[in-house]
Structure formats: structure tokens, C-alpha cells
């Protein structure tokens, strides 16, 4: 149980297309997701959170006009890299969490995004 | 604010070996404390986590994890390590409220078993 799955798990786009990251929970309703970015080697730098039916809570410093995040159903979230530049390749990953008192997070394999 | 600190960047050892990863924390309150590992490229799988009870938790993949409140570590375990548990490994804490809903994570150790 508790599986999250990410598409694509790598993508490729040019400087200034943008791109979309799908973040599903596959058995159970997640009522809150999560966006992170890690750097090669790094930890993991949390960038926004998100609640079904509700707008994305940022972090202090992530552009939220360049990362569009949609949480559109209990098991769905999206993040959207706007006009993407070489500098926001990175590694992404959701994670979810669901129902009730339980506080760990359950992660997706990741997506690995290049802009060239 | 609540933190963890992994104080060791790399983990070396022989396989049959006793594997310990070090994380002490920082917190307010009671810590909620938690183990993720990280294989190439992958995300993260859920370890272990300590919320309250017996000071010694168990998880998955034969690990296991010491909460000790005098020395403010949770350190991670494992009594005969194999090839196959060279990973990056990470210490969270859940941050206090109202956002107890997120998770802070430590910079990460990178274990490697050798044969």
C-alpha cells in the first residue's frame, strides 16, 4: 500500500517551453502533497505544499508564478515548470500524505527534468 | 524550529558488517523522528519512524533505530550490512505546529557497503 508514482520520470525540454509533472497517489486518497527539489547529492528542499481544492502553499523563495502547482483531486497533483531555463534542472519529487493522525510522507520515484 | 543533523557525509563499510548511521536532532516537544533511504535516482522509501513508546524501533530491510532523549539522537542500524544497502540514507523530523505537517530532512549520508 501507499504507492505514489510520478510522470514522466525524465524530460527534456528547451529554454523557455514549459513542462508538467504528474504526482498520483495510487491506493489511497492523499489529502495533502508535497513538491520537492533535490540537487545532485543534496538533501531534499521542500517547495510548496499542497491541499486538495486548495491553492499551493509556498515556501519562502520558490517562485510560485514559475512553479504552478494543482491539486485537483485526492489522488492528482501537478507541477508545472513555467518558461523553463537551465537552471531549474533539477531532480523533482512529490511525496503525499494521507488521512488521519499518520505523519509520514510517502515519496515518488522522481522526475528528472533538463533543459537545454 | 525543529532539525535534524547527520553529522557523517559518507559511510563506509564491509559487507557482514555492523552499519550505523548517525542523526542527532533539535526540537521542541516531543519528536516525531524518521528514516528514508534513497537509491540512484529513485525517491524516497519510508524506513522507520519514532513517535513514542519502546526507544528501539524496528523497519524494514532488517534496519532498526535507537531514540535516545539524553544524547538527542535517533541513530540508524543495522546489524550485518550487505551490498545492496549502499544508498543515500536521510534523518527527518516533523516540524512543530501548525506545520506539523511537513517534514525537515538532514542533509543525508551516503552509505557504501563494499563486497
Known amino acids: 500500500g501507499a504507492v505514489v508514482s510520478q510522470h514522466p520520470s525524465w524530460v527534456i525540454c528547451k529554454s523557455g517551453t514549459s513542462v508538467k509533472i504528474e504526482c498520483r497517489s495510487l491506493d489511497f486518497q492523499a489529502t495533502t502533497m508535497f513538491w520537492y527539489r533535490q540537487f545532485p547529492k543534496q538533501s531534499l528542499m521542500l517547495m510548496a505544499t499542497?491541499?486538495?481544492?486548495?491553492?499551493?502553499?509556498?515556501e519562502q523563495g520558490v517562485e510560485k508564478d514559475k512553479f504552478l502547482i494543482n491539486h485537483a483531486s485526492l489522488t492528482l497533483s501537478t507541477l508545472t515548470v513555467t518558461s523553463a531555463h537551465p537552471e531549474d534542472s533539477s531532480f523533482y519529487i512529490c511525496?503525499?500524505?494521507?488521512?488521519?493522525?499518520?505523519?509520514?510522507?510517502?515519496f515518488g520515484p522522481g522526475t528528472r527534468l533538463t533543459v537545454t | 524550529a525543529q532539525s535534524v543533523a547527520q553529522p557523517e557525509d559518507q559511510v563506509n563499510v564491509a559487507e557482514g558488517n555492523p552499519l550505523t548511521v548517525k542523526c542527532t536532532y533539535s526540537v521542541s516537544g516531543n519528536p516525531y523522528l524518521f528514516w528514508y533511504v534513497q537509491y540512484p535516482n529513485r525517491g524516497l522509501q519510508f524506513l522507520l519512524k519514532y513517535i513514542t513508546g519502546d526507544n528501539l524501533v524496528k523497519g524494514s530491510y532488517g534496519f532498526e533505530a535507537e531514540f535516545n532523549k539524553s544524547q538527542t539522537s535517533f541513530h540508524l542500524k543495522k546489524p550485518s550490512a550487505l551490498v545492496s544497502d549502499s544508498a543515500l540514507y536521510f534523518c527527518a523530523v516533523r516540524d512543530m505546529p501548525p506545520n506539523d505537517y511537513k517534514l525537515s530532512f538532514g542533509a543525508g549520508t551516503t552509505v557504501t557497503v563494499r563486497a
Open positions: 511525496s503525499a500524505r494521507g488521512r488521519g493522525g499518520s505523519y509520514e510522507q510517502y
Open positions: 499542497s491541499n486538495e481544492g486548495s491553492k499551493a502553499t509556498y
